[in-house]
Nanobody, 115 residues
Framework: QVQLVESGGGLVQAGGSLRVSCATS????????MGWYRQAPGKQREFVGG???????NYADSVKGRFTISRDNAKNTVYLQMNSLKPEDTAVYYC?????????WGQGTQVTVSS
């Protein structure tokens, strides 16, 4: 069982930056992929970006060039750095971890971008 705890969400003005974190209960090395998803009110959850065990990242087109995913292996934590935020980035951001055939989700953290 893997537990994920997101933190760092909040309210920010358009054009600003925010970093959200996802702390895992165990070693990050045991996880194949970690990813960030978001869900805005009335919309489906969508992929934001991910990072695999080798450190390779990929991003949704909507955030490419603005968001960066990184990992701190010593802290078993993955980060989502969000720059040049837009009101349409407002959503609950969820962390997801995959280990083998199992997927685990965090509880989410709210990010609100005001115009």
């Amino acid at each position: 069982q893997v537990q994920l705890v997101e933190s760092g969400g909040g309210l920010v003005q358009a054009g600003g930056s925010l970093r959200v974190s996802c702390a895992t209960s165990g070693s990050i090395f045991s996880l194949n992929v970690m990813g960030w998803y978001r869900q805005a009110p009335g919309k489906q959850r969508e992929f934001v970006g991910g990072i695999n065990s080798g450190g390779t990242t990929n991003y949704a087109d909507s955030v490419k060039g603005r968001f960066t995913i990184s990992r701190d292996n010593a802290k078993n934590t993955v980060y989502l750095q969000m720059n040049s935020l837009k009101p349409e980035d407002t959503a609950v951001y969820y962390c997801k971890a995959v280990r083998g055939v199992y997927a685990y989700w965090g509880q989410g953290t709210q990010v609100t971008v005001s115009s």
